[in-house]
């Protein structure tokens, strides 16, 4: 009989350290206020520049009565002339700052319009000229309007502007706001006038130019655009396709009508982030949009569309009014497409999105523990994104309240949020005056646990069952490591207790270290669950035996049980008989994907038995792509076994999925390297979407010590796409011995690639080898690198190499 199950060692976490960075002033007393703002640009692609005149109507305000001077965001620009009217005006241009000496004071609240011309050559950050497409793609975020027009770059100075965009005759320009509409100039170039009505941040001002045509769409009276490639109609529609159906259920969810005059959205090539909620205007990553119909359903675009759709209410509308509350932007777009996910992909997939929304958090705590509220950078705000914190953890945190206040009770908290601050800057105080003013409850202890502190309960649960009394008693003790930042949580969990006589549910209210839990019930208890549902953002050591487990896998209706389940026995497969039954039952019959592909991974192990190698073939003609392709990776544990062999040499090559083909030719690898690099040789020479064969050839390929190999990572380094060219830089990483010296030399020059992730890699890179002959070539290029997380990357590496 298998031991008792007991509890794992203590400590079941770990925190972090703390992100890096000095406390950021909030919001200075303000003596000027930006109230319009008119843009006319044209881009130069000879000389990668932007030639611009901009004029501004600023007021002085109440504390800025007598203004003389305004002060403008201008970094790296080059200056021409600034005038008011024709009058010019005297000026000093230092750093990132543009100083205007007024003509005569100001008074409290008077206006005066500046015109300031400029040009920006080979603007390090803000503009990205892209030949393979001939695209011009501009944008703001964090703090990189500045570097292609003057302007009050801050969150909390909020206007309207007109973009005036020159552009070839051929080519469109997609702005913020309404079409005002389009003239023919003399030389043959077309103007496209476009003008945002309402305020918004001006981090959130965009241009994006190129060869595109515009696929129209419409939600009730407001014009949607899908701006694409002409080569790409078909996964446009693919991609953009339900966009009228997200924006229906987030007017009725939040009460809100979209608040905005129309709503484009644009793919870009060589875009940094998955997408971009410039208001009115969303710039989305090409490949993240425009996927093949066999990359579905794994790559559907919902949760992105959704997501960036969202920030047209939480972000653009209320706008956080200092970047430590950004969660108010990013945790509110990743709660609302998890809901639209729910919507669109029913119940299971909603709730896989809020356990994978704790899973992130809980990595980002083991990283950087950090509270939610959170205002501190070394040198850009947008290092407050890159914590792994405001997208998980703000959801989680909404999720919390959904289930703490109930949907109707936070929809109407909501709306009130949103209502009250129309067009306007936000803290999470205004959140919780809110949802306080709606519900009646005291949210305090909520927000200081959750909002303005850190770290997460780490519980651990024993249970007994006393027949006599029928009941079953839960005693329950927070482990987590306590601080300063974390301490002991208030917390109302969701016990269940599955019988032969029906489930019993019970809250139960976790106040102090300890808590005793009493639940009677009717019959022996067949499964326990705590949290269930996995509505709170929690860890949770405990233990139950084997027979329990495969009970609540066997039958209960919750996805988010039976996955539990699965990884709590995933451990005993090897040494139980019971375990590896029940995950085998799983994984033939369970009705849901997700459940059937993670019985099939912890089936992994134990492969190479005859039994679960069965199962785990039979998975490989799984109806759904996603088992086939769990099934093709866990057979890379099958060594020596000659039907694993052809299975997977099959798969790579036919399977009608190319997310399964790839995961075969990374499990190939392990099991014979000789048929291993045949199948690299011939997806090397593959195009696919976003690179996908050549990826995971040139993953293979790291794993297969020969010259051949070696020859093939370098040929992919220099050329292709991005993904691809990533790969082979951390496939020679691999391959290599540390200190490489000839492998240094070769990523050496890659630091000062044009693309930031090239570059971001190629430092990762240089630090991992170890070659301190290295360190010049890291410090050169961080001092005239821009881009954030390039820096980091360059940091991290310098620290590696420097000790």
């Known amino acids: 009989m298998p031991a008792p199950p007991s509890f794992r060692p203590l400590p079941l976490i770990t925190w972090g350290a703390l992100p890096p960075g000095e406390q950021r002033a909030i919001v200075p007393e303000l003596t000027q206020d930006l109230r319009h703002q008119i843009v006319r640009i044209r881009f130069d692609w000879a000389r990668r520049a932007v030639i611009g005149s901009t004029t501004l109507r600023i007021a002085a305000t109440s504390a800025g009565s007598g203004l003389s001077e305004i002060t403008l965001d201008a970094a790296g620009l080059r200056i021409q002339r600034v005038t008011h009217g024709d009058r010019p005006l005297g000026f000093t241009h230092e750093g990132p700052v543009l100083r205007i000496q007024l003509a005569a004071p100001l008074a409290a609240d008077a206006l005066v319009e500046v015109t300031v011309e400029y040009e920006a050559v080979r603007p390090p950050r803000g503009v990205h000229f892209i030949d393979r497409r001939r695209v011009v793609w501009a944008q703001g975020f964090a703090e990189d309007v500045r570097y292609w027009i003057p302007t009050v770059d801050r969150l909390y100075d909020k206007t309207t502007w007109e973009f005036f965009v020159r552009v070839p005759q051929k080519e469109r320009a997609l702005s913020n706001g309404r079409l005002v509409g389009t003239r023919r100039l003399p030389e043959g170039d077309v103007e496209w006038h476009w003008r945002l009505d309402q305020p918004a941040s001006t981090y959130l001002m965009s241009v994006v130019t190129g060869d595109y045509v515009v696929l129209r769409d419409r939600w009730r009276d407001i014009s949607l655009g899908y701006w694409t490639y002409r080569d790409s109609i078909e996964a446009t529609w693919r991609g953009f396709g339900r966009t009228p159906r997200a924006m229906e259920f987030f007017s009725q969810w939040?009460?809100?009508?979209?608040?905005?005059?129309?709503?484009?959205?644009?793919?870009?090539?060589?875009?940094?982030?998955?997408?971009?909620?410039?208001?009115?205007?969303?710039?989305?990553?090409?490949?993240?949009?425009?996927?093949?119909?066999?990359?579905?359903?794994?790559?559907?675009?919902?949760?992105?569309?959704?997501?960036?759709?969202?920030?047209?209410?939480?972000?653009?509308?209320?706008?956080?009014?200092?970047?430590?509350?950004?969660?108010?932007?990013?945790?509110?777009?990743?709660?609302?497409?998890?809901?639209?996910?729910?919507?669109?992909?029913?119940?299971?997939?909603?709730?896989?999105?809020?356990r994978d929304a704790h899973e992130q958090t809980i990595a980002a705590d083991r990283r950087n523990r950090?509270?939610?509220?959170?205002?501190?950078?070394?040198?850009?705000?947008?290092?407050?994104?890159?914590?792994?914190?405001?997208?998980?953890?703000?959801?989680?945190?909404?999720?919390?309240?959904?289930?703490?206040?109930?949907?109707?009770?936070?929809?109407?908290?909501?709306?009130?949020?949103?209502?009250?601050?129309?067009?306007?800057?936000?803290?999470?105080?205004?959140?919780?005056?809110?949802?306080?003013?709606?519900?009646?409850?005291?949210?305090?202890?909520?927000?200081?646990?959750?909002?303005?502190?850190?770290?997460?309960?780490?519980?651990?649960?024993?249970?007994?069952?006393?027949?006599?009394?029928?009941?079953?008693?839960?005693?329950?003790?927070?482990?987590?490591?306590?601080?300063?930042?974390?301490?002991?949580?208030?917390?109302?969990?969701?016990?269940?207790?599955?019988?032969?006589?029906?489930?019993?549910r019970q809250v139960a209210a976790v106040r102090g270290e300890t808590t005793a839990v009493i639940i009677p019930v009717p019959a022996p208890p067949r499964s326990i669950r705590w949290d269930a549902g996995d509505w709170l953002l929690d860890l949770a050591d405990f233990p139950r035996p084997t027979a329990m487990l495969a009970w609540q896998l066997a039958h209960d209706s919750d996805v988010l049980g039976r996955i539990e389940a699965i990884e709590a026995i995933a451990s005993r497969v090897e040494r139980e008989a019971e375990a590896r039954d029940a995950v085998a039952r799983a994984a033939r019959a369970d009705s849901l994907w997700m459940v059937r592909a993670r019985a099939v991974e912890a089936l992994a192990p134990i492969v190479r038995h005859d039994s679960a190698r069965a199962v785990v073939m039979n998975a490989t003609r799984d109806s759904d792509a996603r088992v086939r392709e769990a099934a093709a990776l866990a057979l890379a544990q099958a060594t020596g076994s000659g039907d694993a062999t052809s299975r997977l040499r099959a798969l790579a090559q036919s399977d009608r999925s190319w997310w399964v083909r790839t995961a075969a030719m990374r499990a190939i690898v392990g099991v014979d390297s000789g048929v291993a690099l045949g199948i690299a040789r011939e997806m090397l020479r593959r195009e696919e979407w976003r690179d996908l064969a050549r990826v995971a050839a040139l993953e293979a390929l790291a794993r297969i010590r020969s010259p051949e190999s070696r020859a093939l990572i370098l040929e992919h380094m220099g050329t292709g796409a991005r993904q691809g060219r990533v790969a082979a830089i951390n496939a020679l990483v691999a391959h290599g011995a540390r200190g490489d010296t000839a492998g240094s030399r070769v990523l050496e020059p890659l630091l000062d690639d044009e693309d930031p992730f090239i570059r971001a890699a190629a430092a990762g890179a240089l630090g991992r080898i170890g070659d301190t002959e290295s360190l010049a070539a890291l410090q050169t290029r961080r001092g005239v690198e821009q881009e954030p997380r390039v820096r980091g990357a360059l940091d991290l590496a310098i620290r590696r190499l420097g000790s």
Do not use: C
Not at 270 to 290: H, K, P, R, Y
Not at 424 to 429: D, K, L, M, N, Y
């Open 370 to 504: 950090r509270p939610l509220v959170y205002g501190r950078w070394v040198t850009d705000p947008a290092e407050v994104y890159f914590s792994g914190h405001i997208y998980p953890r703000g959801s989680s945190v909404l999720q919390m309240l959904r289930r703490m206040l109930g949907d109707s009770t936070l929809r109407v908290g909501l709306n009130r949020y949103l209502r009250s601050h129309p067009y306007q800057s936000v803290t999470s105080a205004d959140l919780r005056r809110a949802l306080e003013e709606t519900s009646g409850r005291d949210l305090s202890r909520f927000f200081a646990q959750w909002v303005y502190g850190a770290g997460v309960p780490a519980f651990r649960v024993a249970w007994v069952f006393d027949s006599v009394r029928s009941e079953v008693a839960l005693t329950v003790v927070q482990v987590q490591p306590r601080d300063s930042l974390t301490g002991l949580f208030h917390a109302d969990v969701d016990v269940e207790v599955l019988t032969d006589s029906g489930i019993v």
């Open 254 to 354: 939040t009460g809100v009508h979209y608040p905005w005059s129309k709503y484009d959205q644009v793919v870009a090539p060589d875009f940094v982030f998955g997408g971009m909620e410039n208001v009115t205007a969303v710039t989305m990553s090409d490949d993240a949009i425009l996927h093949p119909a066999w990359a579905e359903p794994r790559a559907n675009a919902d949760r992105l569309v959704a997501h960036e759709l969202a920030h047209m209410w939480f972000g653009d509308y209320v706008t956080m009014r200092h970047w430590d509350d950004a969660w108010l932007s990013e945790g509110f777009a990743t709660f609302m497409a998890a809901l639209f996910v729910e919507r669109a992909h029913g119940a299971a997939a909603g709730a896989l999105s809020r």
